[in-house]
């Protein structure tokens, strides 16, 4: 009776000691969200000026990887900053751009969403 005590609790403190040491590393492979931020030129971060079918334009920064949705705006220009950048093309083309790249287009992609790598 002693010995099957002795192993259940062995058990469950190794059960225990293992949930603690997954709960403060994380599972790997964790990634942050990507964060929609306010614009800062020394910072790095991706930047696309934008404009919608109804007149309105738009700036706006991004840091961390991940994905997000873009809503079908049109991309005027594009910097990716410190960034490796996705974006997905409303036709179905995925465009990867390099990281310190400015790219204006003349012919200008519908985009659905972005994604720092």
Wanted: glycine fraction near 8%; aromatic fraction near 8%; charged fraction near 20%.
């Amino acid at each position: 009776m002693i010995s099957r005590t002795r192993n259940i609790a062995r058990s469950t403190a190794a059960a225990l000691a293992m949930a603690v040491a997954f709960t403060m590393a994380g599972p790997a492979g964790t990634a942050s969200a990507i964060d929609h931020v306010t614009c800062d030129p020394d910072a790095g971060f991706l930047k696309i000026w934008s404009h919608n079918g109804s007149g309105r334009d738009s700036v706006d920064c991004y840091a961390n990887r991940g994905k997000t949705d873009f809503g079908g705006w049109w991309i005027d220009q594009i910097s990716t900053g410190n960034n490796d950048v996705k974006y997905y093309d409303a036709n179905g083309d995925v465009v990867k751009i390099p990281r310190n790249s400015n790219i204006k287009y003349s012919n200008v992609p519908k985009v659905t969403a972005i994604e720092i790598l």
